[in-house]
DNA sequence: CAGGATCCGCCACGATACTG
DNA sequence: CAGTATCGTGGCGGATCCTG
């Protein structure tokens, strides 16, 4: 995993655009924002995690955690028990990035007609 | 192109995180940030956005530029003259957008741990 | 000039089986 | 319980050629 970090493109545009897109390169898995909100308020089992994020895979949770841990936004704890207890934990600046992530949730709520575009007319409103 | 729209996966989790993932959707695509960057302060042409963009093949740039535009963050304007005039410039919403992703850098600085964590020893600085 | 059409490679994600 | 190992796949991004 470990994505390609630092702007591998895109050298025209200005400096913060790369910086941003280093940023949502760290959560941009398919799974990691999920796991993120999982893990924000305490920690949680590995057998936890994967119940909650109903139809993730296990190698898949592995390499999200992994990465996760990896980029400072987990803590990653290991009982030394039988059988064994492994339990990973959002840090404080986990919560910091997650909570400016929300923020993007307000955008949403602020443009509806943003919001709205784009809508398959088959798979949107139920699910 | 136009991502699955509307949470495929995570039934699990909360709405929130639902829609966050919608909106990071949005602007997923390689180059989606550097064409915004770009037509942020006015009309830019095809041809100029080609050029700043150095490395994006006309292809993408295409369906990026489509992609933005249905999500209502671009304005495409064609002017009927010989040779053709396109231009593209950001909505409000999309600069509203814009600012908040650039929160997403302050984070960084604010967090240089996470930052610098997970760079690889060889092919990060320089390039 | 601003694209559409085609073909192709790569990599994130997934399914399944095995293990300390 | 919490992983690793292996194999397979879809879809995004890229290269290249053609056109109104």
Redesign the interface.
């Known amino acids: 995993m ?5 702007c591998t ?6 400096r ?2 790369c ?6 390169g ?3 898995g ?2 990691s ?2 796991v993120l ?2 893990t924000l308020h305490g920690p949680v089992r590995f057998s936890a995690l994967e119940r ?4 993730i895979s296990r190698r898949i949770l592995t390499l999200t955690l992994r ?1 996760l841990e ?4 987990l803590v990653r704890t290991v009982h030394p028990t039988v059988p064994p207890r492994v339990e990973y934990a959002a ?1 404080d ?1 986990a919560r ?2 997650y909570e ?9 709520r ?2 509806p ?3 709205a ?4 007319p088959g ?2 409103g139920a ?1």
């Not at 990896?70 to 936004?73: I, M, N, V």
């Open positions: 470990s994505r390609t970090t630092a493109a895109q050298e025209g545009v200005g913060e655009v910086t941003v897109l280093d940023v949502l760290r959560v941009s398919k799974w924002l999920g909100s999982e909650s994020l109903a139809g990465e990896e980029d400072g936004l840090t600046a910091e990035l400016r992530l929300t923020g993007l949730a307000d955008w949403a602020r443009h007609e943003a919001a575009a784009g809508r398959r798979g949107a699910r």
